[in-house]
């Protein structure tokens, strides 16, 4: 199966060939259906999520809840898989959808609406009633920030305040800070909310590093900052300049008490890397109910993508290594950053990088790190970086950019630098015809670059 609609029109080459089968290899690698493979079997009454293994018959009811891009798509296996043992669910995702059981929404991303702050009342109001025999299996995918929300301020007012957090160049690690303290179920409130039920939470991590307590803003993990940190942030920023709250409209944490405690982490399922170190001295799991009854696991990273590039580079006899899973850094200069480290082969990067989006123009942060790369861009180089839930802030998942690029756009007299002075980058890889197309897809693990150095 082709996910880049228009391959054909983008493959000029045979090394924009090979750059385009490793992104194909990428998309496959993470689709749900080959994500869940093995990794979720229901076998009588045992249910086995990876490693471990879940004994159905000693709950009263089963329960679904998803939220997130690609959440809907996963929801679905996951409804299939259980069928007459699932008693109900809800899932709200920002791509039309259809379920036999679940009750489905189609939300906004990545600003919040009343649609999306509808639903989440809906699901507290049923989740709140459950009991201690009853199991409820979470999705949780990126964008769930946006499609999760009960906000502690006027929805205006939190629209406001994301939209000026998109433009700010803020990392997702900070956003998600202010965003954990304006809201009911971020930071560890949904864990509350399903206590004493319970819970085990798929995570499709989007997040460089797989830092669990930034995710969605982690409704199912306590949260290890404070309201001066989010304060702090939100200053920084200069978000109070546009928006302007008061330091007491953020919420004090919503974790366990703060005091270091010894006991261990809870019933959390770790990957590397995963676990916030402010969490773990403290000891915050063993502290609170609600978190010891949720199994949080780490069920799909960027890392998956990254190792099907690397094999399929492998089997087209390509010199490849993957440079970073958690990459970060200003969109406009990662791309000249990550060239400089390959000498030859292909260097494979995932992460997600920022925009400072003050030029009026529309674009991705993945179109403007191509965009940033081609004024320095050599001339056996490619460079191409998308986004793997095919949506770069436009219909774009992202870009290609090489010297084919760069000649195009001298003939279309573009000048590169003006339209990166706009963040105007979707409008440039119209001209050019070096936008990537997928469409929407039902998976997400923030971004993915790819750049081949040949000889």
């Not at 000891?283 to 696991?297: H, L, T």
């Amino acid at each position: 199966m082709a996910f880049v609609k228009n391959y054909k029109e983008l493959a000029k080459s045979a090394e924009r060939k090979i750059v385009l089968d490793l992104i194909e290899a990428a998309i496959f690698s993470i689709q749900p259906e080959n994500v869940f493979g093995n990794s979720f079997k229901l076998n009588g009454n045992q249910l086995k999520i990876l490693d471990k293994t879940i004994d159905l018959s000693v709950f009263r009811r089963i329960f679904l809840l998803g939220f997130g891009k690609g959440s809907a798509a996963n929801c679905a296996i996951i409804e299939r898989t259980l069928g007459d043992r699932l008693d109900g669910g809800w899932d709200i995702d920002a791509v039309d959808a259809r379920f036999s059981k679940v009750e489905y929404t189609k939300g906004t991303h990545p600003l919040v609406s009343a649609t999306n702050v509808e639903f989440t009342q809906k699901v507290i109001d049923k989740l709140s009633h459950l009991g201690e025999h009853d199991l409820v299996l979470i999705v949780t995918c990126g964008g769930g920030s946006a499609l999760l929300e009960s906000p502690t301020v006027p929805l205006k007012t939190l629209i406001a305040v994301n939209e000026a957090l998109l433009e700010s160049g803020a990392n997702i690690h900070d956003m998600n800070v202010v965003r954990k303290h304006l809201s009911r179920v971020k930071g560890g409130g949904l864990a509350k909310i399903i206590y004493p039920a319970k819970a085990v939470n798929l995570i499709f991590s989007d997040v460089p590093g797989n830092d669990l307590t930034v995710i969605a803003s982690a409704p199912t993990i306590p949260d290890p900052t404070t309201q001066d940190e989010a304060w702090n942030i939100y200053t920084k920023f200069g978000i109070d300049k546009k928006v302007p709250l008061k330091k007491e409209d953020f919420t004090q944490t919503t974790s366990a008490d703060r005091s270091p405690r010894s006991e261990g982490r809870g019933s959390l399922i770790f990957a590397q890397n995963s676990l916030h170190p402010r969490l773990e001295s403290r000891g915050f799991f063993a502290q609170n109910k609600a978190f010891e009854n949720i199994d949080n696991i780490l069920f799909l990273s960027n890392s998956t993508a990254l190792e099907a590039m690397q094999n399929k580079a492998n089997d087209l006899g390509v010199d490849v290594r993957i440079y970073s899973d958690h990459f970060e850094g200003e969109a406009k200069e990662a791309g000249a950053k990550l060239v400089s480290e390959c000498s030859r082969g292909i260097l494979l990067v995932g992460g997600e990088t920022t925009v400072r989006a003050s030029g009026g123009g529309s674009g991705g942060r993945n179109q403007e790190v191509v965009l940033g790369v081609l004024g320095s861009l050599p001339e056996n180089t490619i460079v191409a970086s998308f986004d793997s839930d095919g949506w770069d802030n436009s219909p774009f998942a992202g870009a290609i950019g090489d010297k084919l690029t760069v000649k195009r756009a001298r003939d279309l007299n573009l000048d590169v630098q003006s339209f990166l002075n706009r963040n105007d980058s979707l409008n440039f890889f119209k001209q050019t015809g070096d936008g990537i197309e997928t469409g929407r897809l039902d998976a997400n693990v923030a971004d993915l670059i790819v750049v081949y150095r040949y000889d």
